[in-house]
């Protein structure tokens, strides 16, 4: 699995990240982990006493319930869990699982091995490499994109381009127009009113003049239930393609974690329209809800790429599964009994 930048983008012309940032990188990956454990505190509060609990019951009805409980409460999904109770069930009936802390260790894995699905990478190496992210209204598509763009530039050296998909709004060109002032990256725009598509169009034109790498192409908010606006945005996903058949090499789609399930239906919804090839969970901070990430890599196996868990920057991370479910299940010093503690 993926874990930092380098890891999770294929490029080529990269120089090697030199010996000295190496140790770096290591802190820099721990400082991130302790971030995302951080912003999954409520999540893991949500399922911390169930779990700890089972660590000191004989394995009962009960603890099943109380486990299936706790899961559904940090939406993990009913289908999800079912699937995982079950699992943990019968092997603690074929004794496989004898104790409360084997159980826990194979919950872990197990989510883990559900959260992990499909690609590992996203290839950056055509030129231009085009990406397009939607989704529903303040869920962080403008903001995912300036980060994006920051660590693309920052980190690996990519020239980037930022398109201001979003023409509905004049806030929104000036939202994305900061984020490039910032990552110091190109930016496109088209006038206030203009057809979306042929901003994109625009781009993509402007990227291959200036032999850009990357097109990070953002879009106005929709609800997955608006048909006309959910047209549109298949029309700009068609405009790209006509100029470049494999483009959008990637299509992000933004799900705000604290929407819960319903991050699930919208996922479903523009999935069926553009053909989502992976998901930025946003505002991951601030929410018990994180297990959404677990039911929905399930039911549509598309792959997590990104979370974000705060505004800034360095608040955006590369989604892990194995990271990510340790952050969201393992108990931490100073958070509450931890029966293993001497
Ligand atoms: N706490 C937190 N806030 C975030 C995160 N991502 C985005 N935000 C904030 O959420 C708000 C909406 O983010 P935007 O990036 O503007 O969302 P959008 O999807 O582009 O919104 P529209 O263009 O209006 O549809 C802003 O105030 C962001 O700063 C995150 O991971 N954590
Ligand atoms: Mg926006």
Same mark, same amino acid.
């Given at each position: 699995?993926?874990?930092?930048?380098?890891?999770?983008?294929?490029?080529?012309?990269?120089?090697?990240?030199?010996?000295?940032?190496?140790?770096?990188?290591?802190?820099?990956?721990?400082?991130?982990?302790?971030?995302?454990?951080?912003?999954?505190?409520?999540?893991?509060?949500?399922?911390?006493?169930?779990?700890?609990?089972?660590?000191?019951?004989?394995?009962?009805?009960?603890?099943?319930?109380? $486990?299936?409980?706790? @899961?559904?409460?940090?939406? !993990?999904? =009913?289908?999800?869990?079912?699937?995982?109770? /079950?699992?943990? #069930? *019968?092997?603690?009936?074929?004794?496989?699982?004898t104790g409360g802390q084997q159980l826990s260790d194979r919950l872990v894995e197990l989510l883990t091995e559900i959260a992990r699905t499909?690609?590992?990478?996203?290839?950056?190496?055509?030129?231009?490499?085009?990406?397009?992210?939607?989704?529903?209204?303040?869920?962080?598509?403008?903001?995912?994109?300036?980060?994006?763009?920051?660590? $693309?530039?920052?980190? @690996?050296?990519?020239?980037? !381009?930022? =398109?201001?998909?979003?023409?509905?709004?004049? /806030?929104?060109? #000036? *939202?994305?127009?900061?984020?490039?002032?910032?990552?110091?990256?190109?930016?496109?725009?088209?006038?206030?009113?203009?057809?979306?598509?042929?901003?994109?169009?625009?781009?993509?034109?402007?990227?291959?003049?200036?032999?850009?790498?990357?097109?990070?192409?953002?879009?106005?908010?929709?609800?997955?239930?608006?048909?006309?606006?959910?047209?549109?945005?298949?029309?700009?996903?068609?405009?790209?393609?006509?100029?470049?058949?494999?483009?959008?090499?990637?299509?992000?789609?933004?799900?705000?974690?604290?929407?819960?399930?319903?991050?699930?239906?919208?996922?479903?919804?523009?999935?069926?329209?553009?053909?989502?090839?992976?998901?930025?969970?946003?505002?991951?901070?601030?929410?018990?809800?994180?297990?959404?990430?677990?039911?929905?890599?399930?039911?549509?196996?598309?792959?997590?790429?990104?979370?974000?868990?705060?505004?800034?920057?360095?608040?955006?991370?590369?989604?892990?599964?194995?990271?990510?479910?340790?952050?969201?299940?393992?108990?931490?010093?100073?958070?509450?009994?931890?029966?293993?503690?001497?």
């Amino acid at each position: 699995m993926a874990r930092d930048w380098r890891e999770l983008f294929i490029v080529d012309g990269l120089a090697p990240a030199p010996a000295e940032d190496e140790a770096a990188g290591g802190e820099k990956r721990i400082g991130r982990f302790r971030r995302l454990r951080e912003s999954l505190r409520k999540t893991r509060q949500a399922l911390q006493t169930e779990i700890q609990a089972t660590l000191f019951e004989d394995l009962s009805d009960e603890t099943w319930e109380r $486990l299936e409980e706790a @899961l559904i409460y940090a939406d !993990v999904g =009913a289908q999800t869990t079912a699937k995982v109770v /079950a699992q943990l #069930e *019968q092997e603690a009936a074929e004794q496989k699982l004898t104790g409360g802390q084997q159980l826990s260790d194979r919950l872990v894995e197990l989510l883990t091995e559900i959260a992990r699905t499909g690609e590992d990478t996203i290839d950056l190496r055509a030129h231009p490499t085009v990406i397009l992210v939607a989704g529903v209204n303040g869920t962080g598509k403008t903001t995912t994109l300036g980060k994006l763009a920051w660590h $693309l530039s920052k980190e @690996l050296d990519r020239k980037v !381009v930022l =398109a201001a998909g979003d023409t509905f709004r004049a /806030a929104a060109v #000036e *939202q994305l127009e900061q984020w490039a002032q910032r990552a110091g990256v190109g930016f496109v725009k088209g006038g206030l009113g203009a057809d979306s598509a042929s901003v994109a169009f625009d781009a993509i034109a402007a990227a291959r003049r200036d032999d850009a790498d990357v097109v990070l192409i953002d879009t106005a908010g929709r609800l997955h239930t608006q048909d006309n606006l959910m047209a549109e945005l298949a029309k700009v996903r068609r405009v790209i393609t006509k100029q470049i058949p494999e483009a959008p090499h990637e299509t992000l789609l933004t799900v705000d974690a604290t929407t819960g399930q319903n991050g699930l239906r919208q996922a479903q919804a523009f999935s069926e329209t553009i053909d989502v090839s992976g998901l930025v969970l946003t505002k991951l901070d601030g929410t018990a809800k994180g297990g959404v990430v677990l039911a929905i890599a399930q039911r549509l196996n598309i792959p997590i790429r990104f979370v974000g868990v705060g505004e800034d920057t360095e608040d955006f991370g590369i989604f892990n599964a194995q990271e990510f479910v340790s952050a969201m299940l393992k108990t931490g010093a100073g958070e509450g009994a931890d029966p293993r503690a001497p």
